[in-house]
């Protein structure tokens, strides 16, 4: 419906090793695996809009906790 998207939230914790991928990228590409996954089911239970931009507001005032900042300044919910 309007006002709907989807969304995914990927954590990664280093473990000194190295995948011979950037984690930022790591991070994209298993959101982006768990995005088509629930677009893959029968019915996609899409999150609220509201809550996504509450999500990436919250997210936006850790940036000094984010290595490389906060890089989804280029983003606009309106």
Not at 65 to 73: K, Q, R, S, Y
């Amino acid at each position: 419906g309007e006002g709907r998207c989807l969304f995914e939230r990927v954590l990664l914790w280093p473990h000194r090793f190295s995948c011979g991928v950037p984690p930022e990228r790591l991070a994209e590409d298993l959101a982006a695996v768990a995005i088509g996954e629930r677009l893959r089911s029968a019915d996609p239970v899409p999150d609220d809009r509201a809550e996504v931009v509450r999500r990436f507001v919250e997210l936006g005032r850790r940036r000094a906790e984010l290595v490389g900042g906060f890089a989804f300044d280029h983003l606009s919910f309106g």
